[in-house]
C-alpha cells in the first residue's frame, strides 16, 4: 500500500480539527457523511492482428494481452462543518487484485496490471489517499490526492481496473448566477495501473514537470446556449487555450438537435523540444521535432428521436504537429518501477477506445447511433455503435518502412452494450460488453487491435 506525505499530512491535520471544533460543527461533519464500497470485475482482450507494426511488442511475450483483475474501492465523503467557512475530508482506499493473465499475455508495459521486477504481472497493488476541502458561499476548494476533475483541459481517466487520480488543489466557485469558475494547480498523477505518485507529462515526454495550472468558466446564457473558455499551461511542455460552445435545440417533447463545438491552440512552453522535454506527436509528424505546436477543431451534431439517437461529427487537427494532452509520458514513478501508460483521458470526441486520431495533419469523419431501451419499457439497457475515419496523416520523416509524406488513413469501429439492474436482490448491479477494431496504415503508432472489455460494476452504500 502507498501513502503519500500529503496524504498522512492531512489525515493529522483532519484529525487535529475534529478535536478543536464544537460538537455542533462536528454533528454536521458526520451527519452529511456517505462512506460506499465499490466492486469492479474487469476482464481486458487485446489482440494485436500485426504484432510487428507501430508499438506493439517485438518480443513473443504480449502479442495478444489477455488480463482479469478484481478492484475495490472504499470512500468516505464527509459533509462541512457549520460556520462561515465549513471544512471537511474524502478519503480513499483502493486495492486491485490480479486474478489471471495467461502466460505470454502480459506485456511489461501496459495500462492494465503494473508489472513486477521479473516483468510478470503483480499479484496485487493499492493505493491510500485523502482530500481536504473547505467551502465559502457557493465556492468549494480541495487540496489532496484523489482528485478526478472532468474538464475541457484536463480529463482523469476511470476506463480500467482502478481510476486515474491527481495530487493538487482545484478551486470551484458559483458565486454568479449560471457561471462556474474552475481553476488550480496540480503537482503528481498515480496511473490507472500503479501504486506510486509520479510527476507530469506528455506522451514521449521523458522529464518530469510539477506545475500544471488551468483556470475557466463555463456559461450558461440560457436553457438551451451553453459557452466555455479555459487556458492551461503544463510547465516546460505547452500552453493551451480552449473555446466550445454547445447549444440544445428543443424540436418537441421527444426531439432535440444539439451542437456541439470544441477548438483548441496549444504551442510549446519553456524547454520543452529540449533536454527531454519532449513531445512525440502521438507518433506523427512534427513541423519542429518533439515541440507542441498545434490547433485542433471538432464539430458535433445530435439529433435525438425518443429512445434513438444520431451523431455526425468532424475534426481537423493542424499540419504542424499532434493534439496534445496531460499525460505521464515515460517518466518512471517513485520507486523507478515500470508505471504502464498513463492513459489521461482528452476532451475530443475522437477519443475512442482504441486510438485518438489525433495526429498532425489528420481529417476525422466519426458518427454513433445509440438506443435508451427505457421507451420500449427495458430500462436500464442502453447500446451504441460508433465509427471514425481519419486520413490525410502526416508522415513521421524518420520513418523508413513506408517512406516520408502521403495520405495516410486509419479507421475504428466501437460497438457498446450497458445494462443497470433497476429493482431485485441485483438493483444497482451493472454490466458492460464493449469491442472496439482498430486498422491503420503500415506504420502507425497503433498496430491493427481487436480489444474486448469486459466490466461488472457494483456499489454498497454503507452509510
Known amino acids: 500500500m502507498s501513502s503519500t506525505p500529503l496524504a498522512r499530512a492531512i489525515a493529522l491535520a483532519a484529525l487535529g480539527a ?118 465559502f458561499s457557493k465556492s468549494e476548494l480541495r487540496y489532496g490526492n484523489t482528485l478526478m476533475p472532468s474538464l475541457p483541459v484536463i480529463q482523469s481517466n ?11 488543489g482545484m478551486v470551484t466557485s458559483k458565486e454568479i448566477d449560471n457561471v462556474v469558475f474552475s481553476a488550480g494547480q496540480l503537482s503528481h498523477v498515480i496511473s490507472r495501473a500503479s501504486s506510486n505518485y509520479t510527476s507530469l507529462s506528455v506522451s514521449g515526454g521523458t522529464r518530469g514537470s510539477n506545475q500544471f495550472r488551468f483556470a475557466g468558466a463555463d456559461w450558461k446564457v440560457n436553457k438551451e446556449l451553453t ?65 507542441v505546436d498545434n490547433t485542433t477543431w471538432s464539430a458535433m451534431f445530435t439529433y435525438s428521436l425518443g429512445g434513438h439517437a444520431l451523431m455526425l461529427g468532424h475534426q481537423r487537427v493542424s499540419d504542424d504537429g499532434g493534439f496534445v ?47 435508451d431501451f427505457a421507451k420500449v ?32 488513413k486509419e479507421w475504428e469501429r466501437d460497438e457498446r452494450i450497458d445494462y443497470v439492474f433497476q429493482e431485485g436482490a441485483l438493483k444497482g448491479f451493472g454490466v458492460t460488453l464493449r469491442h472496439g477494431t482498430y486498422r491503420g496504415y503500415t506504420g502507425a503508432a497503433n498496430a491493427d487491435t481487436d480489444q474486448t472489455r469486459l466490466i461488472f460494476n457494483y456499489t454498497l452504500q454503507l452509510m
Open 18 to 135: 475534529s478535536i478543536a471544533v464544537p460538537s455542533l460543527a462536528q454533528a454536521e461533519f458526520l451527519k452529511d457523511s456517505k462512506v460506499s464500497l465499490s466492486l469492479r470485475n474487469f476482464y481486458y482482450d487485446n489482440d494485436n492482428r500485426d504484432p510487428y507494426t507501430g508499438s506493439a511488442p517485438t518480443t513473443p511475450d504480449g502479442y495478444d494481452q489477455r488480463e482479469w483483475a478484481q478492484a475495490f474501492r472504499a470512500d468516505y465523503i464527509s459533509g462541512f462543518t457549520e460556520g462561515t467557512v465549513g471544512f471537511g475530508l474524502d478519503v480513499q482506499g483502493l486495492l486491485a487484485l490480479h486474478l489471471d493473465g495467461g502466460k505470454g499475455h502480459h506485456p511489461d508495459s501496459n495500462s492494465f496490471i503494473p508489472s513486477d521486477s521479473d516483468r510478470s504481472a503483480v499479484g496485487a497493488w493499492n493505493r491510500m489517499g485523502a482530500t481536504a476541502k473547505a467551502r
Open 158 to 168: 476511470d476506463s480500467r481496473v482502478l481510476p486515474q487520480a491527481y495530487e493538487g
Open 227 to 291: 459557452l466555455q473558455y479555459y487556458y492551461a499551461n503544463l510547465e516546460n511542455y505547452y500552453d493551451q487555450h480552449f473555446a466550445g460552445l454547445t447549444h440544445v435545440y428543443p424540436i418537441s417533447d421527444n426531439q432535440s438537435f444539439k451542437t456541439d463545438l470544441r477548438y483548441f491552440k496549444s504551442g510549446d512552453d519553456g524547454k520543452n523540444g529540449q533536454s527531454g522535454y519532449f513531445f512525440s506527436n502521438n507518433g506523427g509528424y512534427a513541423k519542429n521535432a518533439n515541440e
Open 325 to 371: 494532452w496531460l499525460n505521464q509520458g515515460s517518466v518512471t514513478g517513485a520507486s523507478g518501477g515500470n508505471e504502464g501508460n498513463g492513459g489521461s483521458d482528452f476532451y475530443l470526441f475522437t477519443n475512442a477506445m482504441v486510438n485518438q486520431f489525433a495526429r498532425a495533419g489528420e481529417q476525422s469523419t466519426f458518427g454513433q447511433y445509440s438506443y
Open 377 to 408: 419499457g427495458i430500462p436500464g439497457l442502453k447500446a451504441s455503435i460508433a465509427y471514425i475515419s481519419g486520413d490525410n496523416i502526416k508522415d513521421d520523416p524518420t520513418r523508413t518502412t513506408d517512406g516520408v509524406g502521403g495520405d495516410h
